[in-house]
């Protein structure tokens, strides 16, 4: 059974930047579309962005960060990203990342791991 572990949240100022890591042991990550979520306070969990399986060239994104956030993945590293510009207050939230069926976004797996706190605030 793949394990991810997402690190690299914080506390930044609006209009500053993360580069969130979602690392895999287990199983190869290259095998998977990958899709990093997040749930802000009193919000439901949402798709961020989604990378598909293999050289991970296929990449979309929710209409609140396109142009703002970028996906990408190094298979040597069995790691995913997601570098976040321009981060607004509205970004704050618990980042997730999982297993996805990239067409729907959805978690093909019900397991979620403890995430990453991302804290934009003045």
């Known amino acids: 059974q793949v394990q991810l572990v997402e690190s690299g949240g914080g506390l930044v100022q609006p209009g500053g930047s993360l580069r969130l890591s979602c690392a895999a042991s287990g199983s190869p990550l290259s095998k998977w579309p990958v899709g990093w979520y997040r749930q802000g306070p009193g919000m439901q969990r949402e798709l961020v962005a989604a990378i598909t399986q293999g050289g991970g060239g296929v990449t979309k994104y929710a209409e609140s960060v396109k142009g703002r956030f970028t996906i990408s993945r190094d298979n040597a590293k069995n790691t995913v990203y997601l570098q976040m510009n321009n981060l607004k207050p509205e970004d704050t939230a618990v980042y997730y990342c999982?297993?996805?069926?990239?067409?729907?976004?959805?978690?093909?797996?019900?397991?979620w791991g403890q995430g990453t706190q991302v804290t934009v605030s003045s």
């Open positions: 999982n297993l996805a069926d990239y067409m729907s976004g959805v978690s093909v797996r019900s397991s």
